[in-house]
């Protein structure tokens, strides 16, 4: 027999998922409290290395159903969100997005609809870099100075070279200055 379980996710302690418990039982799937899984973790991070979500999987089973309110509790990325979903479709788990129209995405719908946010994420992500590309080089063009800025000046540099040819240690100079041991390596070495 079918189980349904509800997947809930959110990115900070301040945050709570009761919305997204309402909002399935609005839509009318009925969820076994002991069936309701809730993490605090960023979405950025793949789902299938969430420690909640990974007890999930190991209890899911063919036949049962997994219930996510939008795909963004899943994942930000398409790629793993796709890839979170195809795993689940190969043990026999069916998973609805109620953002989707309760949607099954492991159904040949729900497929299609998943190539269709993942070209959209794609698209999306090849504008970023074309943007950037573009900002890059125009400021480059207009002559102005790319990167995070020198955390020593010339002058700065010039006296770390000093104390360490006296004898000073990295790690003095480095707290004295209130920098890193490996940004004192580097101007040492002039780079």
Do not use: W
């Not at 996510?68 to 043990?91: C, F, H, P, Q, W």
């Not at 492991?106 to 959209?120: D, L, N, P, Y």
């Not at 480059?140 to 955390?151: D, I, M």
């Amino acid at each position: 027999m079918a189980r349904t379980f509800l997947y809930t996710r959110v990115s900070t302690i301040g945050q709570t998922t009761e919305n997204q418990v309402a909002e399935v039982k609005a839509a009318g799937f009925a969820v076994q409290s002991s069936r309701i899984i809730t993490e605090t973790i960023s979405g950025s991070a793949p789902a299938m290395q969430r420690p909640a979500f990974r007890r999930l999987v190991d209890r899911l089973e063919a036949d049962d159903v997994l219930v996510v309110t939008k795909l963004d509790r899943l994942g930000r990325n398409a790629m793993d969100v796709r890839m979170t979903v195809e795993a689940l479709a190969a043990i026999g788990v069916r998973v609805h997005c109620l953002a989707l129209g309760g949607v099954d995405l492991t159904s040949s719908a729900g497929r299609m609809t998943m190539q269709v946010i993942a070209a959209v994420a794609e698209f999306e992500r090849d504008l970023l870099v074309e943007r950037t590309q573009a900002g890059l080089s125009r400021a480059r063009a207009e002559g102005k100075a790319l990167g995070r800025p020198a955390a020593l000046s010339d002058a700065e540099k010039q006296q770390v070279v000093t104390r360490l040819e006296a004898g000073e240690s990295v790690s003095a100079v480095a707290r004295e200055f209130g920098i890193s041991r490996q940004t004192i390596n580097r101007a040492r070495t002039g780079h």
